[in-house]
């Protein structure tokens, strides 16, 4: 049952920024009072009141971010797990046919009420793992009425979970079938097309692009996002995935909030990133699911001055987990984050891959009250434990939720 709360009390460790001190927070006890649906004020004392929220000497951190997902799509891909367990490579299956030109087939033929019932249910599986707030992109659909059909889906599916989205649209996530021999026609598509139509009927708050070898160079990435900035959406780049294709630096120099994947990045791509505002979002689940051993090198740009953003990058092909504090864990293992920075990548630094840092990722006075408390007893339990769901309580706006 959902219930509006005064706020959560009886609070064991609690971790979040600070955006006074630029730091990390690691206090014990007390009580975060809510009014409405921000965070107002933390007090010392404990409260016996029903409307507060009993933590039980439990870990509460903010609500965590993911920033990066894919979940409208109409079937899954096992077959290509499986393929790729035989040795078959991500690359090897898309050539010949599978991979995202595989969805695109499937998601041309789902109804858009189908279509939502599936996004709304892998909404909901992530909001009982923790995530409060999740960026969704289009990208399978790669036509007029199916990347349309798709934003329109993100959107029904949303106002019927608790979870709070963001849509992205990814008409340029690979070139369809039927203009593999002529792509030019597809990217004037996007273009003078798709990017207008998305704008004006208010279905996405990004664009982004597949900035990779085989897909969309940097100049055609440079030319389809210039149109997504002039109509008016922010812009996001998958860059720098396989091979460096020049796409984190094209991020940077363009304004994009996020550039995301980035195990290719070299450092003069570091650089670029370091000394502009735009955040480099890591997806180690891919690298892991892929079994692949390309890390993206995150301990060299959290100490070249790179904001670090982490996602789940779920999707049919190369990740199918909701689970951010498995992405986490990973960041842990294979990109030597500890578990204080994985956390802060999870909130703070997911907060700001979407420009919303001043409002949510934090545990601070007039931030939304997304929360959640956990089973465990301090933050270092949160990627220790893994392939199990330590959520007690998530709260979305000062409402409990689960």
């Not at 996002?225 to 922010?234: D, F, I, T, W």
């Not at 929360?371 to 007690?392: C, E, H, K, M, T």
Request: glycine letters at 8%; proline letters at 3%.
């Amino acid at each position: 049952m959902i219930k509006a709360l005064k706020g959560v009390t009886n609070l064991g460790q609690w971790v979040s920024w600070n955006p006074i001190t630029g730091q990390m927070d690691v206090r014990q006890g007390g009580t975060w009072i809510i009014e409405d649906d921000l965070l107002v004020e933390y007090r010392s004392q404990n409260y016996k009141d029903l409307n507060f929220l009993d933590a039980g000497g439990r870990l509460l951190t903010p609500g965590l971010i993911d920033p990066h997902t894919h979940p409208a799509f109409a079937s899954t891909r096992e077959i290509e797990f499986e393929l790729r367990s035989q040795g078959k490579s991500y690359q090897e299956i898309a050539a010949s046919g599978g991979g995202i030109r595989n969805s695109v087939r499937q998601l041309r033929e789902i109804t858009e009420l189908d279509l939502s019932a599936l996004i709304r249910n892998r909404l909901n599986q992530m909001l009982a793992h923790g995530t409060t707030t999740v960026e969704c992109k289009s990208g399978y659909g790669l036509s007029t009425e199916s990347e349309l059909k798709s934003l329109r889906a993100i959107r029904s599916a949303s106002l019927q979970s608790e979870i709070q989205t963001f849509s992205t649209f990814l008409g340029a996530h690979e070139v369809p079938d039927e203009y593999r021999q002529d792509r030019e026609t597809y990217i004037n598509l996007l273009i003078n097309e798709m990017i207008p139509l998305v704008s004006e009927l208010k279905l996405a708050d990004f664009c982004d692009v597949f900035c990779e070898e085989g897909v969309f160079s940097a100049g055609e990435t440079e030319k389809i996002l210039e149109s997504a900035k002039s109509n008016g959406l922010k812009l996001r780049f998958h860059a720098d995935e396989f091979v460096s294709s020049g796409g984190a630096e094209l991020a940077a120099k363009m304004g994009a909030l996020s550039a995301d994947h980035l195990m290719a990045i070299t450092d003069k791509g570091i650089q670029a990133l370091a000394a502009s505002d735009t955040v480099a979002t890591l997806l180690p689940g891919t690298t892991f699911f892929l079994g692949s051993k390309s890390w993206a090198p995150a301990r060299k740009m959290i100490d070249a001055g790179v904001t670090v953003a982490l996602a789940t990058d779920f999707n049919p092909g190369s990740n199918m987990s909701l689970s951010m504090p498995f992405i986490m864990t990973l960041a842990v293992i294979y990109l030597k984050l500890t578990p204080l920075e994985a956390l802060q990548a999870a909130t703070v630094g997911a907060a700001k891959s979407l420009g919303i840092a001043e409002t949510r990722g934090c545990l601070a006075s007039g931030f939304q009250a997304d929360l959640v408390v956990w089973d465990a007893d301090n933050y270092r339990q949160l990627p220790y434990f893994y392939g199990i769901n330590q959520v007690s309580t998530v709260i979305v706006q000062g409402k409990h939720i689960i």
